[in-house]
Every structure is written in C-alpha cells, then in structure tokens.
C-alpha cells in the first residue's frame, strides 16, 4: 500500500504555540523517564499544510540533535 504524500509547506521560525510547546514537555518528561541510561531523544511534531510550524523537544543538545537528524536524513533518502 503505497504512503499519502504530506505536504508540510513553508517553516516560519517565528510560529509559537504555547499550547503544543506544553504538550511536547510533558511528553519530553514521560520520554524521560524511560529512556534507558546512555540513550537521547528528539520529539518532532508539525503542523500539517502551508504556513505552519514545526516544533521539537530534545534529551541531547543542539548540536548531536543536528547530527542525529542529519544522519536520520540520510539514511531515509
């Protein structure tokens, strides 16, 4: 069964959402907790269509989330 085709539009920097900025820490925490020792997270949620936002919360710092995510790209192309 062939995958529906998400168009996720243009990314504005400037998008908050408190309301999804709330529900990411909590998941973050819940994420926390049973993270095995040794191990890191990154949550991605987007708006779906033009003009949305993407947000994300992370257990590593910024720059092995840029790595992870770079090495993740790769390995779906």
Do not use: W
Not at 2 to 10: A, D, L, N, R
Not at 22 to 45: A, H
């Amino acid at each position: 069964m062939p995958s529906e085709h998400i168009e996720f539009g243009e990314h504005d920097p400037k998008v908050r959402s408190e309301q999804i900025e709330n529900l990411l820490r909590e998941l973050g925490v819940g994420l926390q907790t049973v993270t095995p020792k040794g191990y890191g997270f990154i949550l991605l949620m987007a708006t779906l269509g033009q003009g949305g936002g993407c947000f994300y919360i992370a257990s590593v710092n910024r720059e092995d989330a840029i790595k992870m995510l770079e090495e993740m790209t790769e390995k779906l192309k």
